[in-house]
């Protein structure tokens, strides 16, 4: 007796996804989607055998927080860039159209999966002016510019 094939998303936010076929067909997939599937077949003869198949979603830089600071001139000053891919994205630090390279003095980038966080250990008026961070990966690239500016203390 052929199987019957019930399949469904096992990700909370990819909804609406059963098939009652041997193929589930996703048209058009967003990164919402990634996650785990389910894959089910049964008869009358045997218990089901179950499958899960995990499906990544590729997807270019989307920078979801970059926030400009005051900070006064002696103090800590920390910039953050905070970006969403697959894969996880390589970012770069740019003052005005100048790339800012990692061990300059008196700065620290710190780049994660899904951030970069440039601090500033004793800010200078030098230090000030505007900040661009770009996210890039294999699918393309995004950036945001943000400003260190001075504050009163």
């Not at 609406?16 to 589930?24: A, H, M, T, V």
């Not at 049964?42 to 830089?61: C, E, H, I, L």
């Not at 005051?70 to 910039?79: D, E, H, N, S």
């Amino acid at each position: 007796m052929p199987p019957w094939f019930t399949a469904h998303s096992l990700h909370p936010t990819a909804v609406g996804f059963i098939s009652e076929d041997e193929y589930l067909e996703i048209t058009g997939i967003t990164r919402e989607q990634s996650g785990e599937y389910e894959c089910s077949a049964s008869n009358d003869v045997a218990a089901p055998v179950v499958q899960r198949v995990k499906v990544t979603v590729n997807y270019p830089p989307y920078i979801s927080d970059a926030k400009s600071t005051g900070v006064p001139v002696g103090q800590k000053g920390i910039l953050m860039c905070e970006a969403s891919a697959v894969p996880s994205a390589d970012f770069q630090w740019y003052k005005d159209d100048k790339r800012l390279a990692e061990g300059q003095k008196g700065l620290k980038v710190e780049n994660k999966a899904f951030f970069s966080r440039l601090t500033f250990f004793n800010v200078s008026e030098q230090d000030y002016g505007n900040y661009t961070c770009v996210a890039s990966n294999q699918l393309g690239n995004t950036n945001a510019s943000m400003i260190l500016y001075g504050e009163q203390h």
